[in-house]
């Protein structure tokens, strides 16, 4: 599509300090924050009404501004710490060397890391405001010339690092934003937040219990709950938190081909058979992508039919597994999806479990997406035979809305994860260490250091209960119902999938006033693949909302709305409704 | 060993509220905090002298302490939120609901973020104080009884919640602290810390520019920044982070696969030849985990002899090479160390530079601990010969003291990356996006999801100027030296390998009295192995220090003391010799 210019879309009037056209919503937050707040009320108020920054246009010229413009941030003063106003510090004097460990960095480290926590508590005000932008978009190389992002031989001092900071925010992406619907991962938990700034300040790393008693045994406790949730009995089995959804499956396919032959730890791929996998043809692109890493190759990744819903259909998979089998193939591995990326399909996990059994192949479940409903008692039946599987991935920075990286990958089978993956590596895993080992996890993962996932899913499934995460995903589907059910019938939309959402996606084509007319054939679907890339980047330069598109199959782009976000509510989707229509009716 | 309970050294006196025994530091504490900051003075003040926290010990009598005991934290109304403080909510009668986005949850979301601050910065002064334990330490079965961290169906009141993070730090290791030497990551930088705060509030993925523009331009930047150190022409080239070195490594070796056979994407290692890689025999073990992992196998990872000081022979390289060729072998990667683990030993990347060029195999170095002295000019000679390498992993989560997890893989050849990786999924990377598609790296990772973990180490190097990295990486260089010198001629010591340490890392046997006159012979090796783990056994329960031993080759149990910590002072090495000898003495 042509792509407008920054300037095209005439959104000068919002590029400035939000606060100058809106200033009763600041005096607002003044109040709020004075009445509930400590401490940091006054910093607050400031930030709100004179933030210091200027508004930065995409044409560069702000690009000074690094070193100016810092009103209310620091004083006058001329020395490094001053009496002039209390918790006030010239930053401009001031450098990281003046920071702990700095021998008397006590005082100016804690207002630092105050004056920082400020501009992100102002950070968070904004992302459930619905009069701030979701975003504020420019193209990388406007972002990249409007500011000086290099890095050199000299120190900044500590006024160009919170102006960093505030700078890097000003353009990120509120991705806690009622409007935010972009991705699988949307929202921004409070308690989960506080989790993750517990995590950053203990700075630890998973191997051993040595270095992270509390987060290992927490992560051995939430394990075996989730494994409770799948429905292994007592929870038993084992499992492990791992950089995302993608090294989750390819952890499942790494230990499914050890289970079968554990020679191929030592002689790889040369000793073995020629192996192959299936998975369903709306399986996400992980599967195939851990298959080229193993050395199994993509082309062993065997794609079964999918129904018009998106669900893979048995019958076909045992008609493939039959036929690997007769061309000399062993068949080691099948990748259910629960919960598919863009219909959000679950496949028939009892059937497929069936068929696993009967051919004794490592049965996986890439829940991913759809896990989460295990913790409703409304919606959990959608994954009924994954207490049969062999392995469960589960990321709980998707539907259960937990910052991100959190995803889990569960595995029916104890020590089979350590014996696949260890190397007994002597300067970490000690073996005569006074406690008990079976605590150092580290061996079992692919991974050395290990970041610290667990503590923000463990807090908040505390601060929530079970049933505070079964609400939360009751009201998400609830509110996808709710879309599903305005646009159905009405006049220019077209549904891409027929009948109600199984999870929260709703996927439809707008169907502009001037393409409702036209007869279904090959010229409309060519117009029409171009109408959701042009409202979305519409979208995107407004900063008004953020919704996906994409192609699929033989289907032009369509919209894919998905709702995972605690902080939509109907009127979001009434709004979405509207920008639409709205940004694509001229189209 | 015989494992000592926790009751077996008398530490008790250290057990309960430190302050109550240090009332001095508390009180410094309350006028540095009175005296520069704006609005915390009052609550660190209170967290410092009643924290309210009962002391645990570890036969689980406080059990029931979760739901009470929270002097000063809670106000004693009966309504959520009152007057009788300022800043003060009656937590016991607030739950996460109760926080944003719920209708009105500004309040109270911004007095309980704050108060979780406040306990971080509790803890991150506790952390540079010298008279703090390191670590707190009990038994995993101790710490499992000692209170309920059970997940539950009910949600937890907000005052559990703060409660539930102060006993997590209470128990976490403090791998900042001066004195904690345990691993090859330390320190706590206040830069790095402010950076993943900000990390988390911004919680989103690195996988398209169109969701994280900022962080993926300063990842652009400083790739390109990184492998002008490496000293590849204008910084040209590649690269990717990664969660974490054992990741990068295994990258290496994909690419390195794919670079000498692209059909290994499709067909999987059965169309390929017998693959060899060779590493010395004192590399990490992830070089063998990936080659696990990538279906090469372990029998596949040709282990090359090193020296007595740990480096790898290039002779002995070569004629493996040869070897290997003879038989039939396809030799197609070499990963060179710049820093192994126990030893800190820089191979001779020239020399290996020239065998890879001459047999045409990838060279990869492993810098993930010893790339930090990339950054000083006094010892980045010692990395002579990377810019030759094809790929480099460097983690500046190590020497560089960036807060986990930060580690890069970079690589010479563009584009390599994506052809070995890219799956064209078209529902998240759809190529009608409106801005330059080249700024969405996430096709050419691994993962599909990826955390960000770039913002901590830009902001840092924005803080500290390179020459900021420079002077700390002089300055623990300086003092393995110093301890080197130390220990080298002092009786009772013995060092496992001669010379000046060439990285932080500096090994050594601590001999007590009782075996100093003893015959060099096998009765005293296996006596010497079992000196390291009772001292470290005995340190973790005094909570004094930490340092890490291990057994290595044919050699027992010897400390390898490492620095990377910024906090770190010649008095902490005084400290750590003294203490070591107190508590060995009677071995």
Known sequence: MASPGSGFWSFGAEEGNKEAE?????????????????????????????????????????????????????????????????????????????????????????TFLQDVIDILLQYVVQ???????????????????????????????????????????KYAIKTGHPRYFNQLSTGLDMVGLAA????????????????????VLLEYVTLKKMREMIGWPGGSGDGIFSPGGAISNLYAMLIARFKM?????????AALPRLVAFTSEHSHFSVKKGAAALGIGTDSVILIKADERGKLIPSDLERRIIEAKQNGYVPFFVSATAGTTVYGA??????????????QIWMHVDAAWGGGLLMSRKHRWKLNGADRAN???????????????????????????????????????????????????GDKALQCGRHVDIFKLWLMWRAKGTTGFEAHIDKCLELSEYLYNIIKNREGYEMVIEGKPQHTN???????????????????MNRLSKVAPTIKARMMEYGTTMVSYQPHGDKGNFFRMVISNPAAAHQDIDFLIEEIERLGQDL
Not at 52 to 62: I, L
Not at 151 to 164: H, K, M, T
Not at 346 to 359: E, N, R
Not at 414 to 437: I, P, R, T, V
């Open 196 to 215: 993750d700034w517990l995590t950053s300040t203990a700075n630890t790393n998973m191997f051993t219990y040595e270095i992270a008693p509390v987060f």
């Open 22 to 110: 809106n200033p009763g919503t600041a005096k607002a937050w003044c109040q709020v924050a004075q009445k509930f707040t400590g401490g940091i009320s006054s910093k607050l108020c400031t930030l709100l009404y004179g933030e210091g920054e200027k508004s930065s246009g995409p044409a560069g010229k702000d690009k000074e501004e690094l070193g100016s413009g810092e009103k209310g941030m620091a004083c006058n003063c001329d020395t490094k710490a001053c009496d002039c106003q209390k918790g006030q510090a010239n930053y401009s004097l001031l450098y990281s060397t003046d920071l702990l460990p700095s021998k008397n960095g006590e005082g100016v480290t804690m």
């Open 261 to 269: 032959f554990p020679e191929v730890k030592e002689k790889g791929m």
């Open 346 to 359: 679950f496949d028939p996990l009892i059937s497929i479990a069936d068929i696993c059994k009967k051919y």
């Open 391 to 441: 392995s469960v991935t589960w990321n709980p920075h998707k539907m259960m809305g937990v910052p991100l990286q959190c995803s889990a990958l569960l595995v029916r089978e104890e020590g089979l994860m350590q014996n696949c993956n260890q190397m007994h590596a002597s300067y970490l895993f000690q073996q005569d260490k006074h406690y008990d080992l079976s605590y150092d996890t």
């Open 127 to 169: 992302t459930f405001d619905r009069s701030t932008k979701v975003i504020d978009f420019h193209y990388p190389n406007e972002l990249l010339q409007a500011y000086n992002w290099e890095l050199s031989e000299q120190p900044q001092s500590l006024d160009g690092i919170l102006l960093n900071c505030k700078t890097s925010l």
């Open 506 to 524: 709703v996927c439809f084509w707008y169907v502009p006033p001037s393409l409702r007319n036209m007869e279904d054939n090959e010229e409309k």
